[in-house]
């Protein structure tokens, strides 16, 4: 008898016949739920000859196979640089304009692959285990409190950059020792560091986007590398000694450099999830009186909220050798596009997996992806956008959506919003 050939991934349904590229990124989201409708949710061929992943169980089979690995930094520097995605033609960018986005993509953990990839990852994964973010806490308490007095003195507040984006990144300036100052800088460089995860770039975002790299890489390099001199610091202490031990070839340049290119989730895309998870509650009155009654309810809040507004809605992987998967060949060297969006939303996982449940069991999410790259992070980013919803879903406080037209970042990675203007009062309780 003879056994099926595998089908390679060449020969798969291709998106490009169901949406122009375009199209599918413009907002990964709608663009799953359309697939859906139509049926086609199983692996798709994707541009590049790379293989697009929506179902919950192939997202979640695949991030655990140690053989799709990260997405090496030179193919994301030539992807960034001088691939062409169709939208005009590309002016390759000069190397001195660069420098500063390739050490940020070279000493990420996010781009490395084994032998590196485990014991670099350690060094971060290590400190941001439960027990260990437990001392946060306290500073992220207060840091929560001291924004929603800010707030409480205003008519109304930009919740996206008044209130998260200043929580995560003085939360982080103060663990890594930096300053207020260097907080607020590094705020402001989140605006460039944002145009990292679009698609497609005109050629002035390109520049703004290699400018604020290469600002952001040295603010932050340099203000840890001065804390860490002092000697005070026990997280910059602990990563150090962890990052002195490492003796693998690509190992990340130093402490500032490590930093710098591995805390920008925490920086940005633990304000991105508080957005969205705010913005997703308070636009759901019942959840929201819930939670208000009930402060446990925040957790179910978290999860709920970031299932349906996946901060990173996708990330690419490759395949580091030849993969046989369920019937398709994907060849070592495949581009693998996990769209985490969509398999947070499989309605074989999900019920009604569009609608907004507070009581939905936590199982199989995929908002932090999976297997050996399981976000690192992900603890962290709970416990932090937790925090923040318990200050602002206390009884005395009220905190209401300003009537507005929300809109999400096209053509993004992320999915974030550019404003979100809310009204923040104290009520008798
Ligand atoms: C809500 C906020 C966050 C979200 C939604 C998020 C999402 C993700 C996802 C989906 C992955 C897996 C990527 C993949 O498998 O291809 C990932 C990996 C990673 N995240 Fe996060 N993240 C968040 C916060 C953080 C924070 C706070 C940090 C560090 C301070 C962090 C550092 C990392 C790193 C270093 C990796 C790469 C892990 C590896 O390849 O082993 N993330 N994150």
């Known amino acids: 008898m003879h056994s099926v050939p595998p089908t390679p991934v060449t020969e798969l349904p291709a998106l490009e016949d169901l949406f122009t590229f375009d199209e ?4 990964f989201v709608e663009a799953a739920r359309e697939l859906r409708h139509r049926a086609r949710t199983s ?7 790379s293989l697009v992943v929506l179902r919950n169980r192939d997202a979640r ?7 799709v690995g990260n997405m090496p930094a030179e193919i994301l520097f030539w992807m960034a640089t001088e691939m062409d995605l169709g939208s005009g033609p590309v002016t390759k960018p000069e190397p001195e304009q660069t420098a500063g986005f390739d050490r940020f993509l070279r000493n990420q953990v996010f781009t490395s692959n084994p032998p590196l990839h485990q014991p670099n990852r350690n060094i971060l994964a290590r400190q941001l285990m439960p027990r260990n973010i437990l001392p946060f806490a306290p500073l992220a308490e207060r840091l929560a409190q001291e924004l929603v007095e800010e707030a ?13 984006g200043r929580y995560a990144t003085r939360f982080w300036a103060g663990q890594l020792g930096m300053t207020r100052d260097e907080a607020t800088h590094v705020q402001a460089l989140m605006e460039e560091m944002n145009l990292t995860f679009l698609l497609t770039r005109s050629p002035e975002q390109s520049e703004q986007m290699f400018s604020g790299v290469d600002t952001y890489m040295d603010v932050v390099g340099e203000a840890v590398r001065r804390a860490w001199a002092k000697g005070d610091n026990e997280l910059l202490h602990a990563m150090a000694a962890d ?25 940005h895309t633990v304000a991105v999830a508080l957005v969205n998870v705010f913005f997703r509650l308070l636009g759901n009155s019942a959840a929201h009186a819930r939670v208000r009654a009930e402060p446990s309810l925040v957790t179910n809040a978290f999860h709920e909220g970031t299932r349906l507004e996946s901060p990173l809605m996708v990330s690419q992987r490759l395949a580091l050798q030849d993969i046989e998967y369920e019937g398709v060949f994907i060849p070592a060297g495949t581009p693998v ?9 499989d309605p074989e996982v999900f019920t009604d997996p569009d609608d907004y449940h507070l009581d939905r069991p936590v199982q199989h999410g995929t908002t932090f992806g999976g297997g ?7 603890n962290a980013a709970r416990m932090l956008t937790e925090i923040a919803l318990t200050t602002l ?5 009220d905190v209401a959506l300003v009537d507005h037209e929300h809109a999400w970042v096209p053509n993004s990675l992320m999915r974030h919003l550019t404003e979100l203007p809310v009204t923040v009062r104290r009520v008798s309780r």
Do not use: Y
């Open 152 to 164: 409480l003195e205003r008519q109304q507040i930009d919740f996206v950059h008044e209130f998260a």
């Open 243 to 267: 990052l002195a031990k490492l003796d693998i070839e690509g190992k990340p340049e130093d402490i500032g450099t490590f930093v710098a290119a591995n805390f920008f989730d925490g920086f």
């Open 337 to 345: 596009v996990m769209v985490w969006a969509a398999a947070n939303r």
């Open 372 to 378: 050996a790259h399981l976000c690192p992070g992900r």
């Open 43 to 49: 692996l798709l061929r994707g541009p590049e000859n």
């Open 24 to 27: 599918f990124s413009r907002d």
């Open 393 to 397: 879903t206390a009884p005395d406080l």
């Open 61 to 67: 089979a695949l991030a655990a196979n140690p053989q």
